[in-house]
C-alpha cells in the first residue's frame, strides 16, 4: 500500500442505474511519475473514458441515438517543495470530450494550482483555484481542504471537492468512506434531437460511497466501490451554456470495481 508509484496501469467499470436511464462507465489509465531533483516531481496520467446510455424507451425513444459519450484527458502535474512545510502544485489538464468522432473544437483545457502547508506533523492545509467541470460546465472554482494523520493507519481529509476518511488494518487492505463533487461534459456531434437544439451534454452529481482496495499480491490491486449519487442532474445545453433539455433524471445507487498494476 505504501510502495512509490513511479508506473500504474488501471482499468475501472462502473454502473449508475436510475428510474429512466442507466449509466454504465468503463475507464482506463497510464500513470508515469519521477523525481526531476530532491525537492521536484512531475506526474502525468493519460485517461480514456467511455460512457454508455441505456434509456427507457418509453420515456426517451427520440434520444436513442445518444447512447455514448467519450473523454481523452492528459493531466500533467509539477510538485515543488519550496521548504520542509511548504511545497506548490501545477497542473494542466488538456481533454477532448465527444459524441462519437474527436475534433479540436471538442478541447478544453482545465488545469488547478494549490499550496501545501504543513501545519503540524499530522496536519497539511491546502488551498487553491481549478479550472473544473465538477458542476458540469467547466468553471473557476476554489478548492481547498485539511488533511489529518491521525496514526499510521488512520487518515482523514476533509475539503472541497473531495473528502474522505481512510483507514488500513493491515498492509493489504485499505478501506475509505469518500465524498466527493464531480461532472463532466461532451459536445455532441449531433445537435437537433425532435427540435431541440443542443451542443453539449452535461452531467453532476455528489457522490458518496464506500471503497474497499485490496493488494492480491506484489503489484497487483483490486479496487470495490458501493455507494450513492446524490443531486445528479443530466441535461443538454446549447452553445450559451443555457439548458435546451433537462431529462429530471432520479439518484441511484453506484457499483463499481476497478484493477490496477503499479510499481
Known sequence: ?????????????????????????????????????????ITNTLEYSNL???YDLGEYESFENLD????????????????????LNFALNPTFNFQQNVGFSDFALLGSFEIYQQL??????SIGAARTSVFGNTNFLPVASVNYRINDNANVLIGFPDSRISYSNNI???????????????NLSSQNYTGINASKAVLSQMTAALEYERNVDKNWFLNFKAGYDFDKKYKLTDENNHTAYDFNISNGYVLGIGIKYKQ
Open 172 to 186: 493489504r487492505n485499505k478501506f475509505s468512506l469518500n465524498n466527493s463533487f464531480n461532472g463532466s461534459f461532451y
Open 1 to 41: 500500500m505504501k510502495a512509490q508509484e513511479k508506473f500504474s496501469v488501471n482499468m475501472n467499470l462502473k454502473t449508475e442505474p436510475t428510474d429512466n436511464i442507466d449509466f454504465t462507465e468503463t475507464n482506463i489509465g497510464i500513470k508515469f511519475s519521477q523525481k526531476v531533483s530532491s525537492k521536484s516531481q
Open 120 to 125: 503540524g506533523s499530522k496536519t497539511t492545509l
Open 68 to 87: 455514448r459519450l467519450q473523454k481523452i484527458q492528459d493531466k500533467l502535474e509539477f510538485t515543488q517543495e519550496i521548504s520542509n512545510s511548504t511545497k
Open 52 to 54: 454508455k446510455l441505456n
